[in-house]
């Protein structure tokens, strides 16, 4: 019976994070920033869990799969910003919006970024990411490959680069 009781609060506390959170990538016992911040937790493991996220995630991915190949961010980072998708899509990679540092130094290190890996890309009229668009767009959650692709087609269609090779993503050979 306590067991029973155990289970139905188990189940009861990852129903009332699924309810009150955005809509987070299926199966992920990662916590995202809405649940951190409501001070809710996931079940079972959810301070391993939050370091993982915060300590190895951005190398070994979500779900322990690592990305064969890192984007380059010189020289290119700066295309996504010329269309609002684009500019979405830089805070939501999940290494961004995850990140545990405040909206607005989340703002900072990207319009830092941008600003130095990346001037010659941006759009003759870009304004700086701001602490209230980075607080809102990181609540997203996103399935990265595809959205960067749909971004990169969106790019290409508004003619805002050439083609996808552009923004390809180069090849790394550890050892
Ligand atoms: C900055 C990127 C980065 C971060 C952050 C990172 N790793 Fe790694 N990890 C690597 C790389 C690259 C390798 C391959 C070995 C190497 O070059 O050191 C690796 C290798 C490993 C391996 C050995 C896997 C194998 O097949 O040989 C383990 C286990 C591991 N990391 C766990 C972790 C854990 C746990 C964390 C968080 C505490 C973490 N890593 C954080 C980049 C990272």
Known sequence: ????????ALALAGSIVNASGPPASSGSNVPDVETRSSGLQLVPMPRTAQLYATNC?????????SA????????RVGYFT??????????QVPNVALNTNSDADIAAVLNWLLATYSRAQLPADFKPYTASEVGELRRARIDVAVSRRRVIDALVAAGQI?????????HVVLY
């Open 57 to 65: 995630q951005g190398c070994h991915g979500e779900f322990g799969s």
């Open 1 to 8: 019976m306590r067991q029973l009781a155990a289970a139905l």
């Open 68 to 75: 064969a190949e890192i984007p380059t961010l010189a020289g």
């Open 82 to 91: 010329r269309i609002p998708e684009g500019r979405r899509y830089l805070v």
């Open 162 to 170: 050439p083609s996808a090779d552009v923004l390809a993503l180069p």
